[in-house]
């Protein structure tokens, strides 16, 4: 029956022709595991079209629903993760691979004569894979890929006289918006694949007329003496290798929880872009090219290497494939690579070891998980940043930033004539605050407190104590707590702080209820008062700038600071349940619908 | 493995590379490029095809309350139907949509209090359905189809009475599970 169905096809379309005149290819000189790179390119291309085909099913591009499609692929669906991390980690292989590959058919002098155009398709086809990452990278509409690929965008525009153009053309506007996403989808999924296909089909009948390269010192006789075909010898070694990426890639894909995704892009942030891997090279350049030298880096370099390499056939015109002939050509084409190695480790290097940037890494990852968490709640037709609309630890932020953050130093960032915000409220913070209130990092020399001098240990007892005033102390040690507060109320610190009565006045801050909520929020209102620093008071009060919300939202913010406290504010705790399914109290429709809010949502107990 | 066996016999036999050896060789390569290649393109796509189906295993629209509140008992006339727009919110996907109106009930208070709630969708073929206040009947413009204030059919093509949805009452306020119909 089977066969039946093979011979009326056959009979119609001679495809077992066709499919033998594939496979049966000899292959001069017998099949090699160095030629396993094309076809692994190959494999590695179609792995990235389904990937990207079964994703597109889920994919919305638009600037208000782009990063939400991405979150509910990455978190909600069974595979989504894996798949999406096969797709983003496919590109980073396809780039490894197609490195080999084209160093390969460098060492072995693959582009002279008669494969000048197999070597001129196969350049382009490594543009076109550039050009695939550089459009994906923006898909996701995260602050990651907006931030990096605006620096892109922003490289186009300055070509002289059409970069401009081509730049509002690719963004679809002059700034970002619903046309760059469709735009850049379009060309990722559309264009490039098709440019792609288009050139790899005449590279590989390019490769199969003139057959492999193989190494230069093969002798003609030797060629002729060893023919296999193609299938299945190469082809065995093809589909090893391929399972061999496969499997890396899984593994890898596996290993770091598939392909991260940040926070919605947020246009008012300064985020700090950095592309993928394989363009850090172009990036860094751009470093040493300021000023009147930036069109160096970003048009002239990359142009001068370009052109190098499709006129490379033309200008290596000896026969010989021997290396030891071709030194001048080496020299080149090292140095090149050695100068992008060089340049990306001076990326990566210079990125490790910025505390700034560290810090601010940090930062996105936090924000990143909160962007989650709030998600995870649906995310209202607003798009993606409405998140955070009314989560208060990011309004808080927001706050901080405008208000406190000149005086007030919070991960390296920030002022230093007032105390350090790092790690705010947690026992060490405490702690370092009374073994030395006149520290840099405190009070520095208006620092009137005089240190505590106790043993280490004694010292914790009162941090405990202190940190437990603010009821918000995690874990707290009773016996800690105990000791602390006897230090507290028999030593000398209840000589000049008042603990207990919330309105009891003597020359430092009144404790009772330290860095609680409520302190907090008498102590920003008006840090002048006579029961926190009075006369003394450097501060200045927030009583008429901040209204109460915002209050809240800093104080939620400052919270956060510690690193107990967890990453969603308390508000989104306040879990309301609807069928199975979890938004929050002050969600943002909750607040621009408010009788939805009074319409019997039950309240979890 | 019947090639592989091939090829040690006969490399025991000739003692080196003969053509049968190269044959049955390139047989067992085919058989393992095969086998290969086939667990290659499972790995592949079951994660695939697991992601693929997840609208089939997953709801990916759905309302998310199991009660919405329609209004207050004391909205309701006794033996009158009321009509009530169903507004709920909507999760599609990602979005949530907050204060959709879903749809509408008619809603009957019994003299005893108690309550029926009936889908305006007529069963027959889903056409919407009109309180006719001069017959104190449910009509159905589309195929003449009539339903007594219960519901059920009374003359027109409709197979089955009204639809009607599961109710309670909480502190007055009158809730309908608008999910499941009845
Ligand atoms: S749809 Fe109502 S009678 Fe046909």
Same mark, same amino acid.
């Given at each position: 029956m089977a066969n039946q169905v093979y011979e009326w096809i056959e009979n119609r379309t001679g495809i077992g022709n066709v499919m033998k005149h594939a496979l049966d290819e000899p292959v001069h000189g017998g099949a090699r595991w160095t030629y396993v790179f094309g076809s692994g390119l190959i494999f590695l291309f179609i792995l990235q079209v389904i990937t990207g085909i079964v994703m597109a099913c889920f994919y919305s591009p638009s600037s208000t629903t782009a990063w939400g499609s991405v979150y509910y692929i990455q978190?909600? %669906? /069974?595979f989504g993760w894996f798949v999406r991390g096969i797709h983003h980690f496919g590109s980073s292989a396809m780039m490894i691979v197609a490195i080999i590959h084209f160093f390969q058919v460098f060492v072995y002098g693959a582009y002279k004569k008669p494969r000048e155009l197999n070597w001129i398709t196969g350049v382009i086809l490594l543009l076109i894979l550039m050009g695939f990452g550089l459009t994906g990278?923006?898909?996701?509409?995260?602050q990651k890929g907006y931030w990096a690929t605006q620096v892109a965008t922003n490289i186009i525009g300055t070509?002289?006289?059409?970069g401009e153009y081509i730049k509002v053309l690719h963004q679809g506007g002059s700034d970002y918006g619903n046309f760059t996403l469709t735009r850049f989808f379009a060309l990722h999924v559309f264009l490039l694949p098709l440019s792609l296909l288009f050139f790899l089909v005449i590279h590989v009948a390019l490769f199969r007329k003139h057959g492999v390269t193989p190494?230069?010192?093969?002798?003609k006789q030797e060629l002729r003496n060893r023919i296999d075909p193609f299938w299945p010898d190469q082809v065995f070694k093809d589909i090893v290798f391929a399972m061999i990426l496969y499997a890396i890639l899984a593994g890898w894909v596996f290993w770091n929880g598939g392909a991260e995704l940040q926070s919605p892009a947020d246009p008012a942030s300064n985020y700090l872009a950095r592309p993928e891997w394989y363009f850090l090279f172009l990036f860094q350049l751009l470093k040493y090219c300021?000023?009147?030298?930036?069109i160096v880096g970003t048009v002239i370099l990359p142009t001068l290497a370009v052109t190098f390499l499709f006129v490379l056939p033309f200008i290596d015109?000896?026969?010989?494939?021997?290396p030891s002939k071709r030194i001048p050509f080496f020299a080149v084409i090292s140095s090149g690579m050695v100068g992008a190695v060089v340049l990306t480790v001076a990326s990566i290097h210079h990125d490790k070891h910025d505390t700034h940037i560290l810090h601010q890494r940090e930062d996105s990852e936090i924000q990143a998980a909160r962007a989650m968490k709030l998600a995870a709640a649906g995310i209202s037709p607003?798009?993606?940043?409405?998140?955070?609309?009314?989560?208060p630890i990011y309004l808080g932020e927001k706050i901080f930033k405008a208000n406190c953050n000149g005086c007030h130093m919070v991960k390296g960032a920030?002022?230093?004539?007032?105390?350090?915000? %790092?790690?705010?409220?947690s026992r060490q913070w405490i702690a370092g605050l009374l073994k030395n209130p006149k520290d840099k990092k405190y009070f520095?020399?208006?620092?009137?407190m005089p240190p505590v001098q106790l043993p280490e240990e004694s010292l914790l007892d009162i941090s405990e104590f202190l940190a437990s005033l603010s009821g918000?102390?995690?874990?707290?040690?009773p016996g800690r707590i105990e000791r602390g507060r006897e230090l507290v109320m028999k030593g000398q610190c209840a000589i000049c702080h008042p603990v207990g009565d919330k309105n009891a006045q003597k020359i430092?801050?009144?404790?009772?209820?330290?860095?609680s909520d409520e302190w907090l929020k008498e102590f920003i209102k008006t840090p002048a008062d006579r029961k926190f620093y009075?006369?003394?008071?450097k501060m200045p009060g927030y009583e008429d700038t901040l209204n109460d919300k915002e209050l809240d939202s800093l104080i939620e913010y400052l919270n956060s600071?510690?690193?107990?406290?967890?990453?969603? /504010?308390l508000y989104k705790k306040q879990e309301r349940t609807l069928t199975g399914y979890v938004y929050s109290q002050y969600g943002s429709m909750g607040i621009l619908c408010p009788e939805i809010v009074i319409t019997g949502y039950q309240m979890r107990p | 493995m019947i090639a592989l066996f091939e090829i040690l016999i006969e490399v025991c036999v000739t003692g080196g590379k003969t053509k049968k050896v190269e044959k049955a060789r390139r047989k067992f390569l085919k058989i393992v490029s095969h086998i290969l290649g086939g667990a290659l393109a499972a790995g592949i796509l079951a994660p695939l095809a697991g992601f693929l189906a997840h609208p089939l295993l997953k709801k990916?629209?759905?309302?998310?309350?199991?009660f919405i509140r329609l209004g207050s008992i004391d909205d309701f006339p006794i033996g009158i139907p009321k009509k009530m727009p169903v507004t709920s919110s909507k999760m599609d996907a990602w979005n949530i949509f907050e204060g959709l109106v879903m749809g509408s009930v008619w809603v009957i208070r019994q003299k005893d209090n108690s309550l029926q709630v009936l889908s305006t969708?007529?069963?027959? $073929?889903?056409c919407g359905i009109d309180w006719g206040a001069d017959v104190n009947k449910f009509l159905c413009p589309c195929h003449e189809g009539v339903f007594d204030?219960?519901?059920?059919? $009374?003359?027109?093509?409709?197979?089955?009475?009204m639809y009607s949805f599961k109710t309670k009452i909480e502190n007055n306020t009158v809730l309908v599970d608008y999910k499941n119909l009845i």
């Open positions: 978190e909600k %669906t /069974s990278y923006l898909l996701p509409w995260d070509i002289p006289v059409i190494h230069w010192k093969l002798s300021q000023g009147n030298l930036l015109r000896n026969p010989l494939r021997d607003a798009g993606g940043m409405s998140i955070f609309l009314n989560d920030g002022g230093e004539t007032a105390p350090d915000f %790092t790690d705010f409220g520095g020399e208006s620092g009137t918000k102390l995690h874990e707290g040690d430092a801050p009144n404790l009772t209820g330290y860095l009075g006369t003394r008071n600071l510690s690193k107990k406290q967890p990453a969603v /504010s | 990916t629209v759905y309302g998310t309350e199991d969708n007529c069963p027959h $073929l889903g204030i219960q519901g059920k059919v $009374l003359s027109g093509p409709s197979p089955r009475s």
